[in-house]
């Protein structure tokens, strides 16, 4: 059935880079928004980036913007964001979603947002000074 999965985290120092998947089954990702959502112990969970290729648009967070790069490929259906340069403040659980556009992904009235009732498994960054 229709699912997301999260992949690729890692522990890193800082200034070193990493990148994260997320592979789409049960339906076509070029569809609809994929966006990054990460969640660190004690705060609130944060959007990080966004991809639409049916809208033709790309969003990130002003705290990664330049150094986190998020791209999809049709083939594996597969959205990654590559994270450079890496900071301590980086470290949390990322989690991708679903949705039909960037911005009803990122100002839902649903939690979780997007088509799926329940975060997946996620995948930890832990980023060491």
């Known amino acids: 059935e229709a699912q997301l999965v999260e992949s690729g985290g890692d522990l890193v120092q800082a200034g070193g880079s990493l990148r994260l998947s997320c592979v789409a089954s049960?339906?076509?990702?070029?569809?609809?928004?994929i966006g990054w959502f990460r969640q660190a112990p004690g705060k609130e969970r944060e959007g990080v980036s966004c991809?639409?290729?049916?809208?033709?648009?790309?969003w990130y967070a002003d705290s990664v913007r330049g150094r986190f790069t998020i791209s999809s490929d049709n083939v594996k259906n597969t959205v990654y964001l590559q994270m450079t340069s890496l900071k301590p403040e980086d470290t949390a659980v990322y989690y991708c979603?679903?949705?039909?556009?960037?911005?009803?992904?990122?100002?839902?009235?649903?939690?979780?947002?997007?088509?799926?009732?329940?975060w997946g498994q996620g995948t930890q960054v832990t980023v060491s000074s």
């Open positions: 979603a679903a949705d039909f556009k960037c911005r009803t992904l990122y100002y839902s009235d649903y939690e979780p947002p997007g088509f799926f009732g329940s």
């Open positions: 049960g339906f076509t990702l070029d569809d609809y928004a």
């Open positions: 991809i639409s290729t049916s809208h033709g648009t790309r």
